[in-house]
């Protein structure tokens, strides 16, 4: 509402006329923090907002453009504060399911943002917590400074895995990285020094007290930990998927040609992100030593690594949602169904076989898939009622999916069937006798269609010889930067009032075609 002050004192409002569009509006005041502050390392605001005006209320507002953070945070943050409402099981289960969410996270950068088919995730996160637990027990570094080793062992590990990369892609990278892992574990197992137990590490120092082990305080404080550890992967996925390292990937995943021609190292940022992600899974591998406060060789297992591939598959890799939704539909089938035993397993391979189905990149990839169909279902729509005559409009405009542009193109299809019934010869031989002045409603209307629509060809009068003695010529522009008009015919008018006529006569044609 707006209120405009007369010389009488006197207001007069003015009611807003029309619907508000269905969006997500906040009108914020004027230098808010949220349009100062930036992620850390970024140039991605914490928020991000985008001028809107809506022309039904002539109200102009601010619109957030990227909700994902915010829903990220309204299903988080509830979370993060219903925890100590939950039961012991339900505690453990929360951070079983960030820790391996955490680690889907990063595996995902690796599969959907380098598109490294790497199968040596748990590889690098047990390889990281192996490190960091020796370095705790047998050398006595307290434990905040195995976050740092792992990290450390992890960023290395990747270095060595990431070499073959560049000559191996696909399947046989796969089972490459498969067989590594499966070393690493047969190694490990074998060095009894290091792993006298049954190939484990037990007693690692832990961020849980030894007294809360176990007990309701702990379990607490290892959730709560763990929601964090969570966060943490979910910013380093944002920050390295939507900044440059990311948009390059995703560019040159389109066309590498194009990549590689416009100055974009493809490889090199593969590599990056791949080492970016194997240092997070290194710090993961300290996290997961430490809240076990033991580590064993089961980190390597094949049965771990096909957990974690169920969930990727029934999630999605492009998305961060696909990470999280994907671990927590397994974790919920396979604690929350232990009863049933090694049918939970069957459960868990029956969802993947059903989403892989009927999903093209898993549950993430549903809606997308929605908008496809219903784009296919719309455009089909309207080419059969195109068809039988019953709603105008030009084939063109079939597979467009923007309706305003559906629209216009209707309106102009509308539009020259009706010129076309203004072309007689009396309108063209008006033209013909006073090409420029004055001129009937019918020929206006040409004229001024002619000057305001986009053609393909636009049409140029060339004069040849000296002022005296012009001749002209009749070209057409190609609107090709570079590439010179083209002589539409050869015939020299010998004066400017034949040739604008001429050109006349070739947009007449144009239109009476069209």
């Keep these: 509402m707006n209120n405009f002050k007369l010389n009488t004192d006197k207001q007069i409002s003015f009611q807003s006329v029309g619907q508000t569009s ?42 957030l453009e990227d909700k994902r953070p915010l829903w990220w945070f309204l299903c988080l943050i509830p979370l993060g504060f219903s925890l100590p409402w939950l039961s012991n099981f339900a505690l453990s289960a929360v951070a079983i399911f960030c820790i391996y969410a955490s680690i889907n996270l990063l595996w995902s950068l690796t599969l959907g943002t380098a598109g490294i088919f790497s199968l040596a995730t ?10 960091a637990a020796a370095a705790n027990v047998y050398l006595g570094i307290p434990w905040p400074f195995m976050f740092a080793i792992g990290t450390i062992a992890g960023l290395i590990f990747g270095g060595f895995l990431a070499l073959p990369s560049s000559r191996l892609d696909g399947l046989y990278y796969a089972l490459l990285t498969l067989g590594l892992a499966e070393i690493c574990r047969v190694f490990i197992s074998q060095i009894h020094a290091l792993t006298p137990t049954n190939g484990s590490i037990n007693g690692v120092s832990s961020f849980i007290p030894e007294d809360w082990y176990l007990q309701r305080p702990g379990l607490l404080l290892g959730a709560i930990t763990a929601l964090v550890l969570l966060l943490l992967s979910l910013l380093i996925y944002r920050l390295v998927n939507g900044e440059t390292l990311g948009r390059q990937l995703q560019v040159a995943r389109e066309d590498e040609e194009f990549a590689e021609a416009i100055g974009i190292n493809y490889h090199s940022a593969r590599i990056k992100v791949f080492l970016i992600s194997c240092a997070g899974l290194g710090f993961i591998g300290a996290f997961y030593a430490m809240y076990f406060r033991s580590i064993s060789v089961g980190v390597f297992s094949l049965d771990q690594l096909m957990l974690l591939f169920a969930m990727i598959v029934i999630g999605g890799t492009e998305r961060a949602e696909g990470a999280v939704l994907g671990t927590a539909i397994v974790i919920l089938i396979d604690r929350g169904l232990f009863e049933l035993g090694p ?6 391979a029956v969802v993947m076989i059903l ?68 072309v007689t010869d009396d309108v063209i031989a008006e033209h013909k006798a006073k090409p420029l002045g004055q001129h009937s409603d019918a020929l206006s209307r040409l004229l001024n269609y002619f000057r305001r629509t986009d053609v393909l060809d636009k049409y140029a009068i060339e004069q040849i010889g000296s002022l005296k003695e012009a ?44």
């Design 343 to 348: 049918m939970r397993i069957v459960i868990i």
């Design 355 to 422: 989403v892989t189905t009927y999903a093209s990149n898993g549950i993430t990839g549903i809606r997308q898939q929605f908008r496809n169909f219903r784009h296919r279902f719309q455009t089909q729509k309207r080419s059969l009622i195109t068809t039988k005559g019953g709603e105008v409009m030009p084939e063109e405009a079939i597979d467009i999916n923007d309706k305003q542009q559906i629209y216009s193109r209707r309106f102009d299809f509308r539009l020259r069937n009706h010129l076309k019934t203004l």
């Design 22 to 63: 269905k969006e997500y509006k906040i009108h914020p005041k004027t230098g808010s923090v949220w349009n100062k502050f930036r992620l850390p390392m970024s140039r991605r605001h914490w928020l991000k907002w985008r001028t809107h005006y809506n022309k039904k209320n002539l109200t102009k507002a601010r619109r």
């Design 122 to 131: 748990m590889a690098v996160v047990g390889v990281a917590g192996y490190v």
């Design 471 to 514: 001749k002209y010529k009749i070209l057409a522009f190609t609107g090709i930067p570079g590439k010179p008009p083209r002589v539409v015919d050869e015939r020299i008018y010998n004066s400017k009032n034949d040739a604008y006529h001429a050109v006349f006569l070739m947009r007449i044609n144009d239109l009476l075609e069209s």
